[in-house]
């Protein structure tokens, strides 16, 4: 009975949040089972009941948060347009917005370089990008804008997100803080790439 308290207590949940800053902060390999058990205040035999081993935990813990980055990525083709901006630009602002509100999560999805631990990260980066290319591509065919059919559009704007939130992540903003360096470096890359084709 007192197993089942701890378990019940002790949620997958809680386990997933407080090994992720663990993963951030002291690295993949420099924590175990027993210290995430240790740092929630458990022994890390409580833990087992809820992940067979740490690489499952890290796997379930990339997933999520790769999923939650999609859903929100999803949302913008049910949103209202903005003011302002075209739907690409909205996607491009909803992945910054991700990245600076959730550092620990978009530094262990996109910014570990653990070779341990990349092959987890690899497969779910790879349908991240096909999602923001197929959403992105919806937009400017809606748009009947020139870039629907430049094949190097998606990874340019891509990686110019990344170099954005990478920059900004350090100092640990959030998009509140520079949602108009956000909106301005959007609008600067949905520009320069469509003056490539131009």
């Known amino acids: 009975m007192a197993r089942r308290a701890v378990e019940k207590e002790l949620s997958r949940e809680r386990i997933m949040d407080a090994a992720r800053h663990l993963f951030i902060t002291k690295g993949y390999r420099g924590i175990s089972m027993?210290?995430?058990?240790?740092?929630?205040?458990?022994s890390h035999g409580s833990l087992y009941y809820h992940f067979k081993e740490k690489a499952e935990l890290f796997y379930a813990i990339v997933v999520q948060d790769f999923d939650h980055l999609s859903q929100l990525c999803q949302q913008v083709t049910k949103d209202a347009p903005s003011e302002g901006l075209t739907?690409?630009?909205?996607?491009?602002?909803?992945?910054?917005?991700?990245g600076l509100d959730h550092p620990y999560q978009y530094e262990i999805m996109f910014m570990l370089r653990d070779e341990e631990i990349l092959s987890y990260c690899r497969n779910e980066q790879a349908k991240c990008f096909?999602?923001?290319?197929?959403?992105a591509r919806q937009f400017l065919?809606?748009?009947c804008h020139p870039l629907e059919s430049n094949p190097s559009f998606p990874l340019s704007m891509f990686l110019g997100m990344?170099?954005?939130?990478s920059?900004?992540?350090?100092?640990?903003?959030?998009f509140e803080d520079i949602m108009p360096a956000a909106i301005a470096h959007v609008k600067m890359l949905s520009q320069r790439n469509?003056?490539?084709?131009s």
Do not use: N
């Open 141 to 143: 065919k809606q748009e």
């Open 167 to 174: 920059f900004y992540i350090q100092d640990r903003l959030t």
């Open 34 to 42: 027993r210290s995430i058990g240790q740092h929630l205040g458990y």
């Open 194 to 197: 469509y003056s490539l084709t």
């Open 162 to 165: 990344h170099g954005f939130i």
């Open 130 to 135: 096909d999602m923001f290319d197929f959403i």
């Open 87 to 98: 739907k690409v630009e909205q996607l491009m602002l909803e992945f910054i917005k991700f």
